[in-house]
């Protein structure tokens, strides 16, 4: 059984803790056809949110505390954001971060799925549209939207729905991933999670936790804090993030 997860001790050297300095510019990473598609999908989302707010890049920039140059490749769908920096964008564009996700038409295909009797029928389409369209999100694997991070981290949106601040995702971290360098990820709201597989290293303000298979927490997001996997296997969990103006 795996055993409980305990606050680890949060003075001495060997200890891993974020360092006190500016998020990096993340390089622009190699990526196949489906990272690129997501990246781009961000990067004109970025750019529009940015232009509706009356931001130029530059400001953005500024204001985030990454350069312009950073901003630019994210638009340009050349690099990725960290998660540090996600977040800095929608709060300083006053959008929930479901915003930045990319958003599949083809999210409501004709996917086929077996019913308990063994006939075909489509999940997605279950519901009588107008009835239920806008209050019912179910969505087959293939169809998920994506956001494509800095370090190997992915959020995978499981469903949507017209709540705002509110988000329900499958996250994945490449093994030494992490979700931010310095002091740490801060938003409105409250987090929980569950480890499906790998190991994390969470942070939150000065306590230091590590997760292990099936076991889970939640805390209030206001309060600053890092994830990073600390094994050498892929980390895989389910999240749930939401905020306060839901």
């Avoid at 949060?10 to 990526?31: I, Q, Y």
């Avoid at 954001?81 to 409501?108: K, N, R």
């Avoid at 179910?138 to 709540?163: D, I, K, S, Y």
């Avoid at 093994?175 to 002091?183: L, N």
């Amino acid at each position: 059984m795996t055993p409980a997860a305990e606050p680890v001790e949060a003075s001495g050297t060997d200890e891993k803790r974020p360092r006190p300095v500016a998020d990096p510019d993340p390089p622009a990473p190699a990526a196949g056809p489906s990272a690129r598609m997501d990246m781009d999908g961000l990067g004109t989302r970025l750019k529009e949110l940015r232009k509706r707010a009356g931001l130029s890049l530059r400001e953005l920039a500024r204001q985030a505390g990454v350069s312009p140059s950073l901003v630019s490749q994210i638009e340009n769908g050349k690099s990725r954001p960290s998660v540090s920096t996600l977040y800095a964008f929608a709060q300083l564009l006053d959008v929930p971060i479901d915003e930045l996700f990319e958003v599949d038409a083809s999210a409501l295909a004709n996917v086929p799925v077996e019913e308990a009797g063994g006939s075909s029928y489509d999940p997605a389409n279950a519901w009588h549209p107008s009835e239920y369209a806008t209050r019912i999100s179910v969505v087959h694997p293939t169809h998920r939207a994506r956001l494509q991070m800095a370090e190997g981290v992915e959020w995978e949106r499981l469903a949507a729905t017209p709540e705002r601040d509110v988000n329900f995702m499958k996250i994945t971290y490449a093994p030494g991933a992490a979700s931010a360098e310095g002091g740490g990820v801060t938003h409105d709201g409250y987090e929980y999670g569950y480890v499906l597989s790998g190991v994390l290293e969470v942070t939150v303000g000065h306590e230091v936790f590590v997760l292990h298979e099936g076991e889970s927490l939640g805390f209030d997001s206001t309060i600053p804090h890092v994830f990073r996997n600390i094994g050498d296997t892929e980390f895989q969990g389910i999240w749930f993030v939401h905020g306060n103006r839901h």
